[in-house]
């Protein structure tokens, strides 16, 4: 059965890093655009990070611009999230999700196959 396993979250300092990972098993990530999304405790899932099945299209959530970087290879069928600068309101469980189908908006209802996603915590 096909997957997405997230990795790499965890305990962090405020302006400390975290690099996420996503891979995928038992099928050909080349043509899905592969997001990232968190959901804090009482918020809803909101869209931190997509990219395009070819990185052609980046796109961020303002509240990450310019701390997080997404990418991805696609021979070894890993996406990454690399966050630097975090702080507290990063806490979340984080989640990647796929589509094959991506319009430009980095949106939870967009994407239809989810993993099971990763802890991020962000205190000192």
């Known amino acids: 059965q096909w997957q997405l396993v997230e990795s790499g979250g965890g305990l962090v300092q405020p302006g400390g890093s975290l690099r996420l990972s996503c891979v995928a098993s038992?099928?050909?990530?080349?043509?899905?655009?592969i997001g990232w999304f968190r959901q804090a405790p009482g918020k809803e899932r909101e869209g931190v990070s997509c990219?395009?099945?070819?990185?052609?299209?980046?796109d961020y959530a303002d509240s990450v611009r310019g701390r997080f970087t997404i990418a991805r290879d696609n021979a070894k069928s890993t996406v990454w999230l690399q966050m630097n600068d975090l702080q507290p309101e990063d806490t979340a469980v984080y989640y990647c999700?796929?589509?094959?189908?991506?319009?430009?908006?980095?949106?939870?209802?967009?994407?239809?196959?989810w993993g099971q996603g990763t802890q991020v915590t962000i205190s000192s």
């Open positions: 999700a796929a589509t094959l189908l991506y319009g430009g908006y980095c949106v939870p209802q967009d994407f239809s196959t």
């Open positions: 038992e099928f050909d990530l080349d043509y899905y655009a």
């Open positions: 990219i395009s099945s070819t990185s052609q299209t980046v």
